[in-house]
């Protein structure tokens, strides 16, 4: 039941991942009264859903970090160049201590539904606990890789083991030891998880529909003398990295494929496989946009799964037949290795696929698996799983769900056409999941944050997308995608993974443009925007 309490303030931003809490700090120093609502009981967005074992950073730390704040990033001390999921937790939870941010949170609540009032061009916010929040902005920090993939297969509500979702994990951990563990998917939580639960499980029987591409991370501690030099100009590196395609730092070479020997070509890949990393993507400027560089690639890589498996029939169903990089890379620490132990077995689903579970049972066409504890390593409803979970609705009572409903449109990936006031952070459109996404969070966070800034300094109203440049925007994102290999193949980036959910590809390619873009509509005063004033 609904407590009205007509309590109305300035913004109320969902989600306290890293978008969230950086809303919070930059609404705040504008004077704003705002308030954060979080599911969780606590911080961190991804990194306090996601703990299950082996659970990291897939971008070097020292630049999946916040850089607004120049104390921040010179006083904090990451330990290992790819940050393990508690310490990126600690980190998350120091910045809301350090900028006395907590007392704007609430957790433990859900956002159930936001409606625009249109005669009081307010949004009334509705909360799972009753309450109800009137504000003038709503901010969706809601995070794009938030709301667990549950794959749809008969008998898994009946399981009778424990089955653990790998973006919901358990608080206390899971001791896995002694046990028959069954994981299915073999996605970067997959791939980071299943070396350690082989090295505690009695056995691990890994369920793949479709094999992944992974380097190794060479995780290895800092050396406080790169640390030492990097922070030493550290504003300076973060501005260059503004600069390259996916707004880290890969040692980008703007080379081609084809410039180069076929000998010199093997020598560059082996020296990227031998740093680790997704960095191995930019060793070449075309990788990632040309078939025929990325067939070099592929092979190259087909001949390091076959080195690092021992059984050559294995390796062939380890190796992927997709371009490399449209499904996202994963980084990993001895995964294939693990089909070289005794108590690993990977089942192919592609020739016999899961058809129930039953009890504590797989079952698949051709076999049964006991298994006392279930994995579901099936990744998540992504871009747009979190939104659309909450009943949106704007002008003339249109739902976002409808809007929506053959693919998301969103101008620049920060607002939506219909929906006034209301901002995405790392929204589809936008690079979010191609990029390094702190970086890209920090960017929206800013873009919007000013935004309210100009319209408050303005006496404007509302600020809506004009639905022309909404369509545009959408149409160029997809000509952009169809110049490279990403559409290629059933990713989630389409969102091919949940069943009935419908294909479009949802990020932007490529982060200095879309910078570019986002300064030139504020430079041409919010062009593509509907300004309202009053
Ligand atoms: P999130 O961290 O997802 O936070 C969103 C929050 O919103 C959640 O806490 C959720 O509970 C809350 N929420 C959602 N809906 C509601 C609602 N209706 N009511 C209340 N609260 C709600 N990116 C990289 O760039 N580099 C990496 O190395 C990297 N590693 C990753 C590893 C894993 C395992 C995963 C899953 C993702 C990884 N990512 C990585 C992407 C990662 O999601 C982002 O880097 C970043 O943490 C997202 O922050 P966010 O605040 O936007 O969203
Ligand atoms: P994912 O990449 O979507 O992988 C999910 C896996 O589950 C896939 O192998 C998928 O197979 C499989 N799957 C899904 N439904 C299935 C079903 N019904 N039956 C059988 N198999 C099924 O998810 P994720 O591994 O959680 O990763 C998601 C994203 O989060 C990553 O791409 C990355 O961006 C981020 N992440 C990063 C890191 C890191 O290294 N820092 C770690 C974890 C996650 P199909 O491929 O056939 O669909």
């Known amino acids: 039941m609904s407590n009205q309490n007509n309590k109305s303030i300035d913004a109320v931003i969902v989600g306290a991942g890293f978008a969230g809490i950086y809303m919070l700090y930059k609404l705040r120093q504008q004077g704003l009264d705002a308030r954060v609502i979080e599911a969780g009981t606590g911080v961190g967005g991804t990194w306090y859903w996601n703990r299950y074992p082996g659970a990291r950073c897939d971008i070097p730390s020292m630049q999946y970090s916040y850089q607004f704040s120049e104390d921040l990033q010179q006083e904090w001390e990451w330990s290992e160049k790819y940050a393990t999921q508690g310490e990126i937790l600690s980190y998350a ?3 809301v201590e350090r900028f006395g941010l907590a007392d ?13 009032l249109e005669t009081e061009d307010q949004w009334r916010v509705e909360l799972d606990n009753g309450e109800t929040i009137q504000a003038r902005f709503v901010i969706m920090a809601t995070g794009c890789l938030s709301k667990p993939n549950f794959p749809n297969i008969p008998g898994l509500d009946q399981a ?12 206390e951990g899971v001791d896995f030891t002694g046990l028959r563990v069954g994981v299915i998917g073999t996605g970067s939580s997959a791939i980071q998880s299943t070396p350690i639960i082989a090295d505690q499980a009695k056995s691990l029987t890994v369920f793949q529909r479709t094999p992944n591409y992974s380097i190794p991370a060479y995780n290895e501690p800092l050396d406080p003398d790169y640390v030492a030099e990097l922070k030493s100009r550290y504003g300076e590196y973060r501005q260059e990295n503004w600069q390259r395609g996916f707004g880290a730092d890969f040692d980008d070479n703007d080379q081609s494929v084809f410039e180069v020997s076929a000998e010199e070509r093997q020598r560059a890949y082996e020296e990227r496989w031998a740093k680790g990393g997704l960095a191995f993507l930019a060793v070449y400027n075309d990788l990632v946009f040309d078939m025929k560089a990325n067939d070099t690639a592929r092979e190259f890589f087909k001949s390091k799964i076959a080195t690092r498996v021992n059984d050559p029939e294995l390796a062939e169903k380890l190796i992927p037949s997709t371009p490399i990089g449209c499904k996202r890379l994963c980084v990993d620490s001895d995964y294939y290795e693990i089909y070289n132990r005794d108590n690993v077995h990977l089942v192919d689903l592609n020739e016999s696929p899961i058809i129930r579970i039953d009890g504590g049972v797989v079952v698949t066409e051709s076999g049964h698996y006991e298994v006392d504890a279930l994995v579901l390593a099936t990744g998540f409803d992504a871009m747009t799983g979190a939104v659309m979970n909450i009943d949106i609705r704007g002008q003339g009572g249109l739902s976002l769900q409808e809007k929506w409903a053959a693919g998301p449109k969103a101008y620049l990936g920060l607002a939506t056409a219909g929906f006034p006031n209301l901002f995405l952070v790392t929204g589809p459109g936008s690079p979010s999941v191609l990029s390094n996404m702190l970086p890209s969070i920090e960017q929206h966070v800013e873009w919007i944050s000013d935004c309210i800034e100009y319209m408050n300094a303005n006496q404007h109203r509302t600020i809506d997308p004009e639905p022309n ?12 995608a169809e110049t490279s290999v990403y559409p290629g193949c059933n990713s989630w ?3 091919a993974n949940v069943e009935g959910k419908t294909r479009v590809f949802m990020p932007y390619l490529g982060v200095p ?3 570019e873009k986002c300064q030139e509509v504020v430079a041409a005063g919010y062009e593509g925007f509907a300004l309202t004033s009053g």
Do not use: C, D, I, K
């Not at 704007?104 to 625009?116: D, I, K, L, P």
């Not at 009778?160 to 608080?171: D, E, K, N, R």
């Not at 440049?469 to 952009?480: L, S, T």
């Open 93 to 95: 939870e120091h910045v």
């Open 104 to 116: 704007g949170m609430t957790f433990n609540t859900r956002v159930e539904a936001s409606h625009y």
């Open 160 to 171: 009778t083991v424990p089955v653990h979702h790998t973006g919901s994990w358990p608080h």
């Open 469 to 480: 440049a909404e369509e545009a925007w959408v149409h160029h994102v997809n000509e952009v």
């Open 493 to 495: 980036y389409l969102g």
């Open 513 to 515: 443009p879309y910078v």
